[in-house]
């Protein structure tokens, strides 16, 4: 029993002395190192420190450029053609370049587009009318032209008023696509009809030059009419009316117009033909 007491003894001694030891060393390296002794890094320190230094640090040299998309920027309108006396496009654009004819009068009228094309929406409240002035009255030659398009077509006795300036010249459209061209009196021959198919965009022209006594209609592009206008100009102090009678604002246009244009010219077939973009038989 003595013998085994003892053995635990030494035994524990020795692991006493061994822990010791291993402190000592431990403080003997603290010492060794000192304040003024350089640190020796260790391998996974050397690592991390070779690591930041191999990733250089961004420069605004080496920045990538940012490609930012450009702003839409709308052009300035074209000038109009110094012959264009009017012109409505229901856009914001100059409605004239001459300062002696009238602001348009344009009410309840809503810009939209339809099949591409984009124009004024008139209702039955609206109305598109250009107070008289002797600058559009009274010409010897001129052109009216536009694009149209129905909401439906002309209820059976009825009529509708494309554009119309009283006891000079008007355009009217009648049941079956009938179009009313006029622009002298009825006894001069001064009436004649084209057809149209109103649900569709339709450019429509009347050309009259008083010089050789004429008047033409166009349907898109075409020449579909004559008549005798006469040689007398001829005046009056009504307001120009686009899509209802002038001046009683009756007979109603429902659907769109486009890109009015009211010419101090005759216009020749081939300028009414490009401005129809196109001839169409």
């Known amino acids: 029993m003595v013998a085994c007491v003892r053995c635990l003894v030494l035994a524990l001694a020795a692991a006493a002395s061994v822990g010791c030891g291993l402190i000592l060393s431990s403080d003997e ?13 260790s391998a996974t ?28 920027v709308d052009p300035e309108p074209l ?18 370049s001459d300062d002696a004819v009238p602001a348009p ?11 591409g094309r984009q124009g004024g929406r008139l209702g039955e409240e ?33 009529r509708v008023a494309l554009a119309d300036k009283h006891g000079e010249w008007s355009l009217f459209v009648f049941p079956e696509g009938e179009l009313r061209f006029t622009a002298g009196t009825v006894s001069t021959g001064g009436i004649f009809f084209c057809t149209i198919d109103p649900l569709k965009w339709t450019h429509i022209a009347l050309v009259v030059d008083r010089g050789d006594a004429s008047y033409s209609g166009f349907v898109n592009g075409q020449r579909c009419g004559s008549g005798d206008a006469g040689t007398q100009r001829v005046r009056t102090d009504a ?43």
């Open 105 to 115: 009068k344009v009410e309840s009228v809503e810009v939209a587009s339809s099949d």
């Open 29 to 41: 390296s603290r010492r060794a190192s000192g304040p003024g002794a350089e640190a020796t890094p």
């Open 126 to 158: 609206s109305l598109v009318a250009v107070p008289n002035a002797e600058t559009l009255s009274g010409l010897s030659a001129f052109t009216v032209e536009f694009w149209a398009r129905f909401d439906s077509v002309v209820a059976p006795g009825t």
């Open 239 to 281: 307001p120009i009316h686009f899509g209802s009678d002038s001046p009683t604002e009756d007979d109603r246009f429902i659907g769109m117009l486009s890109d009015i244009r009211f010419w101090g010219v005759a216009l020749s077939d081939g300028e009414v033909c490009a401005r129809a973009e196109g001839c169409e038989p």
């Open 45 to 72: 320190d050397s690592a991390a420190v070779g690591a930041d230094t191999s990733r250089d640090a961004p420069t605004i040299a080496d920045a990538t450029p940012v490609e930012r998309p450009a702003i839409a």
């Open 79 to 96: 000038p109009l053609d110094p012959r264009v006396l009017l012109s409505i496009a229901f856009d914001g654009s100059p409605y004239s």
